[in-house]
């Protein structure tokens, strides 16, 4: 198998309510994999664990090979995670373009490679093309979606 994703003993959770127990699952590297589940089955829970946005209190999270778990949340982005939730959480009043420049600074992305990102990353979705200049509160969710997929997609993952 090429070095995907591989997780191996993770516990994880929120505080004192352990979520995830002894969770072990590998994904090769290029694949396309669905996650499913019963509400309530740790599928975001573990998601966050992947991302860094949930702490991690035992097991392992490689990603190509490298050690993710004690990772910041940035260091992992740079190493080519990302998560599109359901909650958008775009800026509404921002366009489509603004979007996508606020996160890539967000995202310490270098000046001299934003615009060339936004546009890499809206390749896979030409119906916003038109839409680059008018603020997401306007476009459908699906659209508002759309943009969280090609916000992810900036950094490369």
Same mark, same amino acid.
């Given at each position: 198998?090429?070095?995907?994703?591989?997780?191996?003993?993770?516990?994880?959770?929120?505080?004192?309510?352990?979520?995830?127990?002894?969770?072990?699952?590998?994904?090769?590297?290029?694949?396309?994999?669905?996650?499913?589940?019963?509400?309530g089955?740790?599928?975001t829970?573990? *998601?966050?664990?992947?991302?860094?946005?949930?702490?991690?209190?035992?097991?392992?999270?490689?990603?190509?090979?490298?050690?993710?778990?004690?990772?910041?949340?940035?260091?992992?982005?740079?190493?080519?995670?990302?998560?599109?939730?359901?909650?958008?959480?775009?800026?509404?009043n921002?366009?489509?373009?603004?979007?996508?420049?606020?996160?890539?600074?967000?995202?310490?992305?270098p000046?001299?490679?934003?615009?060339?990102?936004?546009?890499?990353? *809206?390749?896979?979705?030409p119906?916003?093309?038109?839409?680059?200049?008018?603020?997401?509160?306007?476009?459908?969710?699906?659209?508002q979606?759309?943009?969280?997929?090609?916000?992810?997609?900036?950094?490369?993952?």
């Amino acid at each position: 198998m090429i070095a995907g994703l591989s997780i191996s003993g993770l516990r994880a959770g929120y505080g004192e309510a352990e979520v995830l127990h002894d969770v072990s699952w590998s994904v090769r590297a290029g694949a396309l994999t669905v996650l499913t589940g019963p509400n309530g089955a740790g599928k975001t829970t573990l *998601l966050s664990a992947i991302t860094g946005s949930v702490e991690v209190t035992s097991g392992s999270i490689h990603l190509g090979g490298e050690a993710l778990e004690r990772s910041s949340m940035h260091a992992r982005r740079q190493a080519g995670v990302a998560y599109v939730p359901e909650a958008r959480d775009l800026f509404p009043n921002l366009t489509v373009w603004e979007n996508l420049r606020v996160a890539s600074r967000a995202w310490e992305i270098p000046r001299a490679e934003v615009a060339d990102r936004i546009v890499n990353a *809206l390749e896979s979705f030409p119906q916003l093309d038109e839409k680059l200049h008018t603020p997401v509160t306007l476009l459908s969710g699906g659209q508002q979606q759309l943009v969280c997929i090609a916000r992810a997609l900036l950094t490369d993952p």
